[in-house]
């Protein structure tokens, strides 16, 4: 992690970009954390551009959240840390396909998409919050573009490792909440809480911190 330089310091659009990518981070986060510690007791399902996708626990379908996690891990890592910005900016269209695009696909097949969460019994449709959202995340994205300025190089500091440590000492609580106790209940709840709280948390690990002394640093040389 020392060398996870940061090449971009935060302002209110990547705020907010981050806001939006974390907000949508859930719907990956949540079913590939309880695949790990939940196991055959935790069936998940999606529906991905008409084609039914679904497991319980890590089955050959798990794969399919490996991927989408490996695109979230490189969004979150690399919105300041990513040098190639073209690259970054690449993947930020394929997480909107990926995520609105699909959601669009689906309004447009069924008439309606709606969102499940059965821990919490949370069940709400999607349809009327998805254009105005799609629609925001796009010009998100395009004000990102605009707003990009190259700074110093920020260097991983003393607080991304007391985020990360944080993060891995969650992990252990995590398991036994995931894994004890009936699904659906009280344990179960709280750590599909804790889940969706670390969705919000993950991303500031690698915010990078102290950047307008780095700022003021680099430009007295």
């Not at 890590?58 to 989408?68: A, E």
């Not at 969460?117 to 709400?124: A, C, S, Y």
């Not at 944080?166 to 992990?171: E, I, K, V, Y």
């Not at 709280?190 to 003021?216: D, H, R, S, T």
């Amino acid at each position: 992690m020392k060398n996870l330089i940061a090449y971009r310091t935060p302002n209110v659009w990547t705020n907010v970009l981050s806001f939006f990518i974390s907000l949508t981070f859930m719907i990956v986060w949540l079913p590939f954390i309880r695949s790990l510690f939940d196991g055959s007791s935790y069936i998940w399902g999606t529906e991905y551009f008409g084609l039914r996708i679904s497991g319980a626990g890590v089955t050959p379908s798990f794969i399919f959240l490996i991927l989408q996690m490996s695109l979230y891990a490189a969004l979150i890592v690399g919105l300041y840390r990513m040098r190639n910005r073209k690259l970054y900016f690449g993947l930020l269209g394929i997480w909107w396909a990926n995520v609105f695009g699909n959601l669009l696909f689906d309004i447009l097949k069924n008439g309606d998409t709606m969102f499940h969460g059965d821990t919490l019994n949370v069940h709400f449709s999607l349809t009327y919050i998805i254009l105005p959202i799609a629609a925001f995340a796009l010009f998100l994205i395009i004000r990102v573009m605009k707003s990009e300025k190259v700074g110093a190089e920020i260097p991983w500091g003393k607080e991304n490792k007391i985020l990360m440590y944080l993060f891995l000492g969650m992990l252990p609580v995590l398991f036994l909440l995931l894994s004890s106790g009936e699904t659906s209940g009280t344990s179960d709840q709280i750590g599909v809480i804790l889940a969706i709280a670390q969705c919000f948390y993950i991303p500031l690990i690698f915010k990078p911190f102290n950047f307008n002394k780095e700022l003021k640093t680099s430009n007295a040389y």
